[in-house]
């Protein structure tokens, strides 16, 4: 009984060691150059010509992509289980439920909060913006408004990255 129930927890064991670090974006026969629409779970992102993606990196539950362009570098992380902190930051973006959120300090960065289709009644911190490239000063809006919180399924998706566990 005891030897069935250990194989048992082993066998589980494998099936989640296999599934962490599985993530998938289209394929990509060529390099991601903008302009083009990019997809994730909860969000959207506008490349602009001359920007590149030059790297992307997920587990099960977040998922980043770097991105080069004329302005500097930056990266967007996108997870639905990091804890807001107590303070927000200085909000600089209100557009619709999506608010976006300066937070200064040791690793400047944007925070993005939205809804999700699991949590309707609230916002959830979502997203992480942050790089070289930003400045928490009004000309990061060229960046930072491109990224929208929504339903990426009615969105016209040129590049989606997405989790997948096997």
Known sequence: MIRKALMSVICFAALCVGAIGHAAADPQPEPITGPKLLCFGYSTF????????????????????EVDGPNGRFSIVETDIRKPPKDPGHLVLRR???????????APHYDFYGRT???RDRDRLLLELS???????TNDATIYRRLDVRDPK???????FKLMLH
């Open 131 to 137: 790089g070289s490239s930003l400045s928490g000063k």
């Open 46 to 65: 506008s490349l602009l010509s001359g920007e590149r993606v030059t790297g992307f990196s997920a587990n099960f539950d977040v998922m980043s992509i």
């Open 154 to 160: 009615s969105a016209d998706c040129q590049r989606t």
């Open 96 to 106: 619709g439920d999506m608010s976006v959120y300066w937070v200064d300090g040791a």
């Open 117 to 119: 289709s699991f949590y």
